[in-house]
C-alpha cells in the first residue's frame, strides 16, 4: 500500500488510532500521516499511530509527523514503520509538539520498529513536546534482527523523553546508530546504540547541550561485546556517568576501542572510555579539552577482569571540584590488573583537586604499575599526586626558561616514584635552555622519594639538567 496520506488538524478531533498504510502480507511504503491537535486514543484503548504497518511484509520509506495533540492509552504505539515480521527501513519520525503517554508498560515511540526483522536507515528529529517513557530511531523486539545506521536528532527547550535510544536490538547487533543532542530533556539514559544479546559497535552520539538526568552510552549491551563506540560531548550537564562502551553483568566480552572527546562547556559526573563487568576493557581513550568532570576520568575500567592499553589525554578543562576530589585513571580494574596504560597532560588544564595514576584496583591487589606511562607536554601544572606509573616522560615545551617547574604536587603524605624509569627532552627546534639551565620536573613539599629511579633516553633536545625536589 502506497502513497497514502491522512490529516488530523483540529483540537476537538478525535480518533482511537490512525494507520496510514494497512497490510497483512504486503509491503507498507511510501504511506505520510500529519497529526496537529486533538486526541488520539482513551485512557483504557487506543493510542496507536503508525504511517505505515505490515503484517507479514516490509514497512518502508513511511513518514509521521506530529506537530501537537495529545496522545495516550493502555497500549500507545508512535511508530512511522512498523513491520512485524519484516524490515522496517527508512521510515522518518518528526515530533515538534504535543503530548505521549501511557496507562499500562506497552508503550514506545519509534521512527522504525520491527518485530522479528531489521531496523535499518530509520530518522526519529524532535524539536519539542513530550515524549514519555522511551523513545527509539529504530527498534527490533526480538528474532536476529540487527537495528543498524538509525539516527535521533533531539533538540527544542520543551523536548523531553524519560530515555532516549537511536537503535535498539533484542536479538542481535546494534551498529553504525547515531544520535545528536542539542537541548532538551532526556530524564535518564541516553544511547547510541543498545543490545540485548549481540554486538554494540560503531555507534556515536554527539551532545551539544541540554541536560541527561542520568547516564550516556555511546554503545551498551548487556550479553555482547561492545567496540568502537563514540561520544563527542562539547556542551549541557550530565548527572551521571559517559561511557564510549559499556558491557554490564551477564557477559565476559571485551569493550575495546571506543572514544571520548569532551569539552566545551560540558559537565559531567564520570568519564569512561570503555567499560566491562567482567570481560578485559583494551584500548579505550578519552580526551577532555574544556568543560568540568566533577569526579574520575578514566580510559578503561573493569570490573573483575583486566584494563590495560588505554589512553586518558588532558588539555584543558578541570577535573576534580571543590567539594569532590577527582581522579584520572589511565585504567581501573577491582579483582583484575591495570597495566600498560597511558596518561598525557597538555596545554592548561585545571588538576588542582585532581590525583594522577596509571592505573589502580579497587582491592589494591593485581598489577596496576607495569607499562604504565605519565607522559606531560606542558609545564606550571599542579594536581594532588601522582601515582602507579613506571615512566615519566616530560616534553618540555620549545620556550621553557630556567627556573620552570614543570608539576607541583600537593599531598601532604608525600609523593613516591621510586623504581620508575624518567625521560626528558625538548620539544621543538630552538629551545631556550641552555647547558647548565636546571628545570624542577616534580616538586612536592611535603618530601618526594624517588629510590632507584633510572633515566630514560628519548629523542629530542636535551642538555639541561633537570630535578624532582621536595622544596
Known amino acids: 500500500m502506497t502513497d497514502n496520506k491522512v490529516e488530523m488538524r ?21 504511506n505520510r500521516v500529519s497529526v496537529e491537535n486533538g486526541r488520539i486514543g482513551g485512557v483504557w484503548a487506543g493510542g496507536r499511530i503508525y504511517a505505515g504497518f505490515s503484517e507479514a511484509g516490509n514497512a518502508r520509506d513511511n513518514t509521521l509527523e506530529i506537530r501537537n495533540g495529545y496522545i495516550e492509552g493502555s497500549h500507545t504505539e508512535v511508530s512511522a514503520g512498523y513491520a512485524v515480521k519484516g524490515d522496517s527501513t527508512g521510515n522518518g519520525l518528526t515530533i ?5 503517554s501511557r496507562t499500562s508498560a506497552d508503550h514506545f515511540v519509534s521512527a522504525g520498529f520491527s518485530y522479528e526483522g531489521n531496523a535499518r536507515g530509520n530518522t526519529l528529529t524532535v524539536t519539542g513536546g513530550e515524549l514519555g517513557t522511551e523513545a527509539y530511531g529504530g527498534y527490533v523486539r526480538t528474532g536476529t534482527g540487527e537495528a543498524s545506521d538509525n539516527r535521533v536528532e533531539f533538540s527544542g527547550s520543551t523536548s523531553a523523553v524519560t530515555r532516549l535510544t537511536a537503535g535498539w536490538s533484542g536479538g542481535a547487533d546494534a551498529r553504525g546508530n547515531s544520535l545528536v543532542m542539542s537541548s532538551g530533556t532526556v530524564r535518564e539514559s541516553l544511547t547510541g546504540g543498545d543490545s540485548l544479546t549481540g554486538l554494540a559497535s560503531g555507534n556515536k552520539i554527539e551532545i551539544h547541550g541540554g541536560e541527561v538526568g542520568k547516564h550516556v552510552y555511546a554503545g551498551h549491551t548487556d550479553r555482547g561485546g561492545a567496540s568502537a563506540n563514540e561520544l563527542l560531548i562539547d556542551g549541557g550537564t550530565i548527572a551521571g556517568s559517559a561511557y564510549g562502551s559499556f558491557i554490564a553483568d551477564n557477559s565476559s566480552r571485551t569493550a575495546e576501542g571506543s572514544k571520548i572527546s569532551f569539552g566545551g562547556t560540558a559537565t559531567a559526573e564520570f568519564l569512561v572510555g570503555g567499560y566491562s563487568a ?12 574544556g568543560g568540568t568532570v566533577r569526579m574520575n576520568v578514566m580510559g578503561g575500567e573493569s570490573r573483575s577482569a583486566a584494563a590495560r592499553n588505554n589512553t586518558v589525554r588532558v588539555t584543558g578543562g578541570t577535573i576534580g571540584t571543590g567539594s569532590d576530589e577527582g581522579f584520572v585513571h589511565g585504567g581501573y580494574s577491582n579483582t583484575g590488573s591495570a597495566d600498560n596504560n597511558t596518561v598525557i597532560l597538555e596545554g592548561a588544564p585545571d588538576l588542582g583537586g585532581t590525583r594522577l595514576y596509571g592505573g589502580a584496583t579497587g582491592n589494591g591487589h593485581g598489577d596496576m604499575r607495569t607499562g604504565n606511562t605519565l607522559e606531560i607536554r606542558t609545564s606550571g601544572l599542579k594536581a594532588v599526586n601522582v601515582g602507579n606509573f613506571a615512566n615519566y616522560r616530560f616534553i618540555l615545551p620549545e620556550k621553557t626558561t630556567a627556573g620552570t617547574t614543570v608539576l607541583t604536587l600537593t599531598d601532604a603524605k608525600g609523593t613516591d616514584i621510586s623504581n620508575s624509569s624518567v625521560g626528558v627532552a625538548v620539544a621543538g627546534g630552538k629551545p631556550l635552555l641552555r647547558k647548565g639551565d636546571s628545570v624542577t620536573l616534580l616538586a ?5 622519594k624517588a629510590e632507584g629511579m633510572t633515566q630514560q633516553r628519548l629523542s629530542g633536545q636535551q642538555g639541561s639538567s633537570w630535578s624532582m625536589t621536595s622544596i
Not at 10 to 30: D, F, H, K, V
Not at 278 to 289: I, K, L, M, Q, Y
Open 10 to 30: 483540529g483540537e476537538r478531533s478525535r480518533a482511537a488510532n490512525i494507520y496510514g498504510g494497512l497490510t497483512e502480507n504486503g509491503q507498507a511504503s511510501g
Open 96 to 100: 515538534s509538539g504535543g503530548s505521549i
Open 278 to 289: 567482567r570481560g578485559d576493557a583494551v584500548g579505550n581513550e578519552v580526551t577532555v579539552s
Open 444 to 448: 612536592n613539599e611535603h618530601g618526594l
